[in-house]
């Protein structure tokens, strides 16, 4: 239900199906030949679960089907990240972090080479404003990236070698950060 038309001069092959469906997750990636998968899903509300569903069937399908690279984003609040989160905000984010923290488990267990790309303020700064996004080893950094810089750091990723089997928090010094 997305609207597609920024895809129409694009050459693109649709696949249409729920992630939360392990068929539709399996018909798609034996739909062709994928040699990297992202998974930059994202959903509001209060099904929180979908991530840690959605995330274990790609991977899985991803494995299974010979995929050379996921990469995969996530949140700062999982796994080593949890202390760069703010304290007081983090119960309110528990059940969403878990949940993603089971994708990451299963990007990582899949046999795929993965990226992960966590992010904690996302951003969308006025157009033409310049972006010096950057991606960190270190999982106790905090920051705000704008959709554009994420995006420009997924594709450096694509058949990097530095960033194979590696998590990384993706950060923009120049916004501002909201804790």
Not at 63 to 69: H, I, L, N, S
């Amino acid at each position: 239900t997305s609207d597609r038309d920024r895809l129409t001069k694009v050459d693109v092959h649709f696949i249409e199906g729920d992630v939360t469906i392990e068929a539709d997750v399996r018909r798609a990636m034996q739909s062709t030949r994928f040699d990297v998968v992202v998974d930059a899903l994202g959903r509001s509300g209060a099904d929180v679960d979908f991530f840690a569903t959605s995330g274990t069937h790609i991977a899985k399908w991803a494995g299974a089907t010979g995929v050379k690279q996921l990469i995969l984003h996530s949140s700062v609040g999982v796994g080593l990240s949890k202390d760069a989160y703010p304290p007081e905000r983090y119960p309110a984010m528990r059940r969403l972090f878990v949940a993603k923290e089971i994708g990451e488990n299963a990007a990582i267990a899949s046999g795929v080479s993965y990226t992960i790309i966590r992010n904690a303020v996302l951003r969308d700064p006025p157009e033409g404003t310049p972006e010096n996004a950057r991606l960190v080893s270190d999982q106790k950094s905090y920051g705000s990236v704008s959709r554009r810089g994420l995006a420009r750091l997924t594709l450096a990723c694509i058949d990097a070698a530095d960033c194979r089997n590696r998590v990384f928090h993706a950060i923009d010094d120049t916004l501002p950060v909201l804790r």
